[in-house]
């Protein structure tokens, strides 16, 4: 229970207090629960788009929306992670200004239009799942984007100076990683009626691609850090969903 405690502590604004003390074992569990939250999230947000569009809201309203009440409810760390990671990646000194360019606080250009295209791409795929009544594709990005915090946290080091990457860096196994890339995978099939292939390949792509941006992040970082999970959540759930959305009615 404690790993659920701190998973949603540390991954919601909700009223749930973590363990007073919390070691890398501890912080482990969390992370391996990491897409439990977001299956909890992405229920959320897929019945708030629900309640807003029969509500009379446009779909592009109720997208939006949406992608601000999951700001709000995750603190906003996620994106504030991505503007962080995208300011220190378009820095052109070497890793260690990268990384304080991370911890000033601020956001740069790269940031703010990272932010920009990253929450327009995931209000206006919310949208068009929600006109097609794709409710499980909308909580299906969510989780996926959680999962890809599993896949960082298996393999990488550490950045040196994050405190947050050195409780969570290589806490995650093979088997966890597999175990929940197949759940996805699974109930992806079930996202869009009448093309069974569309949601396991959304879900396929949006991980390889927070692969491809992790493991990057680490070799401009020297290792892992808190802005680079975030920016690894935010970008798998705009991709996912992006794809989910292609083509949401059967051919």
Known sequence: MNGVRLAISWLTVLPVRGPDAV?????????LLAPLVGALLGAGAAGLLWALTRAGASAALAGLVVVGALALITRGMHLDGLADTLDGLGSYGPPERARQIMKSGGAGPFGVAGLAFTIGIQAFSFAA?????????VALAVTTGRIAVILACRGIPAAPGTGFGILVADTQSALAEATWSVLALA???????GRPWLGPLAVALGLAASVILVRHCARRFEGLSGDVLGAAVETTVALTAAVLSLTVQPG
Request: proline share 4%.
């Open 23 to 31: 070691d890398r074992a501890a912080a482990g569990r969390a992370i």
């Open 129 to 137: 799942l929600a006109e097609s009544d794709r409710w499980l594709a």
């Open 187 to 193: 109930l992806a099939v079930l996202a869009v009626p």
